[in-house]
């Protein structure tokens, strides 16, 4: 009996360990599927979030034209935008900024003294976890000083470490405030003996930059040995145009907020383009390209600065132009290899991208990218990172990511509700090129079947959109596939479509609107200069012209001139801009964010 039992007690434990194995297999592999899932979803994100870009680097171009066309419509309009295109060189002294607002006995937010110490930063960071708001006098002061510590400072800052000295470098925090009470819990506040590297992007996006702005400045100030602040692409006034820092300041800071908007402005041009560790690391905002110039970059004016702002590295030899984002390059390993090699330099470290651990190592460890603000994209969607170094060892990477509702959520629904936001987005894309995805689809299909085989219709989805996305792998979630698998084309625009601000409006129209909405919303309040929300109706006319003539858009003029007589529903003469915007939303119908049985990405 004692053989039999041993015998059976044998079996029992390979049928578990089997059963082990089985299971052990399956969610491995369950989990490679939310990985490829998680992947597809920020790919979306990113390719839509660098599409934007490259039409913010189109807009900056516009702005150019419109200057010099404008002028003859409108000869008092031309100041449209005291604070972004011609920095004033007349511009009032501190006196007439700072010490003529006052700060009311009423005013119950932090009262910074100056000289700044590590008391005002403490006072600071205690009064922005309680979403009070730092006065006008105080910002503007904190501006005024920071700007003219960085005018002394040369264009790379040179810094030193030691085992009893390590190096903190963050990257990208992008208006994220909860990212940065994060790293100061983890590593502490900066100080002489915890020293900081702030690579840039500071601002945009995120509902807090202005706090996450004046913190790194007061910082700056009380330990400028210690605390070091790079240029990012995202501190420049046509950027925060778009990416919402321009709009929470003249939110925030409703009587003074364009006093703010100059001064950022000329802070901006004197940030620092990076910082040199130890003479062996390089930290800048985005990268090289094969003809970056250590040497001449160490002179050169700092608001001239392009390609070191936007390049991103690439695994393909070679340095190419940055289609993606449409400014700076692509660098490959090579041009890692021979820049580093060049300067007696072992590794670049840079930021600008989302990663979805919070960093990236490539170029055989000569590159690293650190990106900082954690849920960048949606709720769970990526990690938030930061670096120490100490001369002499390998770098440190600290990982962390704030939480709220996710963080009792299980894996498959953090994914999920990162992938609906993702595909959704990705829609409103669609549905903006209706007309010429339609054209397109038309044009392939030569039997009028209304059909198009798979890699038809991908090849037509990233002709028009060129976003460079898995749209096989996507399709799933975009169209209907009959048992042959080919594409119902059509169902490219199923329960999705634009809402109409006014129902007579042409649709190629509408699209067109929607489509460059966020620019026309820019130009438009930029003319807009006492921020009343009415445009006339000559602005109007006048302003869509040199638009549509810039960007080659093709909409005959009556139509436009039948839109802003429709949409001036009181005859005053003026249109309310920036409602008319609001009306121009995607409507998802049937869209449950939340339902359990849904279709995936991959």
């Given at each position: 009996?004692?053989?039999?039992?041993?015998?059976?007690?044998?079996?029992?434990?390979?049928?578990?360990?089997?059963?082990?194995?089985?299971?052990?297999?399956?969610?491995?592999?369950?989990?490679?599927?939310?990985?490829?899932?998680?992947?597809?979803?920020?790919?979306?994100?990113?390719?839509?979030?660098?599409?934007?870009?490259?039409?913010?680097?189109?807009?900056?171009?516009?702005?150019?034209?419109?200057?010099?066309?404008?002028?003859?419509?409108?000869?008092?309009?031309?100041?449209?935008?005291?604070?972004?295109?011609?920095?004033?060189?007349?511009?009032?002294?501190?006196?007439?900024?700072?010490?003529?607002?006052?700060?009311?006995?009423?005013?119950?937010?932090?009262?910074?003294?100056?000289?700044?110490?590590?008391?005002?930063?403490?006072?600071?960071?205690?009064?922005?976890?309680?979403?009070?708001?730092?006065?006008?006098?105080?910002?503007?002061?904190?501006?005024?000083?920071?700007?003219?510590?960085?005018?002394?400072?040369?264009?790379?800052?040179?810094?030193?470490?030691?085992?009893?000295?390590?190096?903190?470098?963050?990257?990208?925090?992008?208006?994220?405030?909860?990212?940065?009470?994060?790293?100061?819990?983890?590593?502490?506040?900066?100080?002489?003996?915890?020293?900081?590297?702030?690579?840039?992007?500071?601002?945009?996006?995120?509902?807090?930059?202005?706090?996450?702005?004046?913190?790194?400045?007061?910082?700056?100030?009380?330990?400028?040995?210690?605390?070091?602040?790079?240029?990012?692409?995202?501190?420049?006034?046509?950027?925060?145009?778009?990416?919402?820092?321009?709009?929470?300041?003249?939110?925030?800071?409703?009587?003074?907020?364009?006093?703010?908007?100059?001064?950022?402005?000329?802070?901006?041009?004197?940030?620092?383009?990076?910082?040199?560790?130890?003479?062996?690391?390089?930290?800048?905002?985005?990268?090289?390209?094969?003809?970056?110039?250590?040497?001449?970059?160490?002179?050169?004016?700092?608001?001239?600065?392009?390609?070191?702002?936007?390049?991103?590295?690439?695994?393909?030899?070679?340095?190419?132009?940055?289609?993606?984002?449409?400014?700076?390059?692509?660098?490959?390993?090579?041009?890692?290899?021979?820049?580093?090699?060049?300067?007696?330099?072992?590794?670049?470290?840079?930021?600008?991208?989302?990663?979805?651990?919070?960093?990236?190592?490539?170029?055989?460890?000569?590159?690293?990218?650190?990106?900082?603000?954690?849920?960048?994209?949606?709720?769970?969607?990526?990690?938030?990172?930061?670096?120490?170094?100490?001369?002499?060892?390998?770098?440190?990477?600290f990982q962390y990511q704030v939480t709220k509702a996710t963080c009792f959520q299980p894996l498959r629904q953090r994914v999920y509700t990162m992938e609906s936001s993702a595909i959704k987005i990705l829609k409103e894309r669609v549905i903006s090129r209706k007309s010429d995805l339609t054209r397109?689809?038309?044009?392939?299909?030569?039997?009028?079947?209304?059909?198009?085989?798979?890699?038809?219709?991908?090849?037509?989805?990233?002709?028009?959109?060129?976003?460079?996305?898995?749209?096989?792998?996507?399709?799933?979630?975009?169209?209907?596939?009959?048992?042959?698998?080919?594409?119902?084309?059509?169902?490219?625009?199923?329960?999705?479509?634009?809402?109409?601000?006014?129902?007579?409006?042409?649709?190629?129209?509408?699209?067109?609107?929607?489509?460059?909405?966020?620019?026309?919303?820019?130009?438009?309040?930029?003319?807009?200069?006492?921020?009343?929300?009415?445009?006339?109706?000559?602005?109007?006319?006048?302003?869509?012209?040199?638009?549509?003539?810039?960007?080659?858009?093709?909409?005959?003029?009556?139509?436009?001139?039948?839109?802003?007589?429709?949409?001036?529903?009181?005859?005053?003469?003026?249109?309310?801009?920036?409602?008319?915007?609001?009306?121009?939303?995607?409507?998802?119908?049937?869209?449950?964010?939340?339902?359990?049985?849904?279709?995936?990405?991959?």
């Open positions: 009996m004692g053989c039999s039992s041993s015998s059976t007690k044998t079996r029992k434990s390979e049928t578990s360990l089997k059963a082990a194995l089985i299971i052990q297999n399956w969610y491995r592999g369950y989990k490679a599927r939310l990985k490829a899932r998680q992947h597809y979803a920020l790919t979306i994100f990113q390719s839509i979030e660098y599409a934007d870009e490259q039409g913010q680097m189109q807009l900056s171009t516009f702005f150019s034209f419109m200057l010099e066309h404008y002028a003859h419509v409108h000869k008092e309009e031309l100041e449209l935008r005291n604070q972004s295109l011609e920095s004033e060189q007349d511009m009032r002294d501190r006196h007439d900024y700072v010490d003529l607002i006052d700060v009311p006995d009423s005013y119950n937010g932090p009262r910074l003294q100056f000289p700044l110490t590590c008391t005002d930063i403490d006072l600071l960071l205690e009064a922005f976890k309680e979403q009070q708001i730092l006065h006008a006098h105080y910002v503007l002061e904190v501006l005024f000083e920071t700007k003219k510590v960085l005018k002394q400072m040369p264009n790379f800052t040179h810094v030193q470490t030691s085992p009893s000295k390590e190096l903190t470098i963050c990257g990208d925090l992008h208006g994220k405030l909860d990212d940065l009470f994060m790293i100061f819990y983890k590593n502490g506040l900066p100080s002489e003996s915890n020293p900081y590297v702030f690579n840039g992007d500071f601002v945009d996006r995120g509902k807090n930059s202005i706090e996450i702005l004046i913190i790194l400045c007061v910082s700056f100030l009380v330990y400028p040995n210690d605390l070091h602040l790079n240029r990012g692409n995202h501190e420049d006034f046509m950027m925060n145009l778009r990416y919402g820092f321009t709009k929470e300041i003249l939110h925030k800071y409703k009587l003074h907020g364009k006093r703010i908007l100059q001064i950022l402005e000329e802070l901006y041009a004197w940030l620092p383009i990076g910082t040199i560790v130890d003479n062996e690391i390089l930290v800048i905002h985005g990268g090289i390209s094969e003809t970056t110039d250590l040497n001449l970059l160490h002179c050169i004016e700092r608001n001239k600065i392009i390609d070191i702002l936007w390049s991103d590295p690439r695994g393909k030899n070679g340095c190419f132009p940055n289609t993606g984002r449409g400014g700076g390059c692509y660098f490959g390993p090579d041009v890692t290899s021979k820049i580093l090699n060049k300067y007696q330099l072992k590794m670049l470290i840079r930021s600008h991208e989302c990663k979805p651990e919070g960093y990236e190592i490539c170029h055989d460890g000569k590159v690293v990218t650190i990106f900082s603000a954690s849920n960048y994209y949606e709720e769970g969607s990526n990690r938030g990172a930061y670096i120490k170094l100490c001369s002499g060892t390998a770098p440190r990477f397109a689809f038309q044009l392939q299909d030569h039997r009028k079947s209304g059909k198009l085989s798979l890699s038809q219709w991908a090849f037509c989805m990233e002709n028009i959109l060129g976003l460079n996305l898995p749209w096989r792998s996507l399709s799933s979630n975009l169209v209907n596939i009959d048992k042959n698998g080919n594409v119902e084309y059509m169902s490219s625009f199923q329960n999705i479509h634009i809402e109409k601000p006014v129902q007579e409006a042409h649709s190629t129209l509408v699209e067109t609107l929607y489509r460059y909405r966020s620019d026309l919303e820019i130009i438009f309040n930029a003319i807009d200069t006492d921020h009343s929300g009415l445009i006339s109706m000559e602005e109007f006319r006048a302003m869509w012209k040199l638009f549509s003539a810039h960007y080659n858009v093709l909409i005959d003029d009556s139509q436009v001139n039948k839109l802003a007589n429709l949409m001036d529903l009181n005859k005053d003469g003026s249109i309310d801009f920036n409602e008319f915007l609001k009306a121009f939303y995607v409507v998802h119908r049937y869209e449950d964010l939340m339902k359990p049985n849904v279709t995936n990405l991959g």
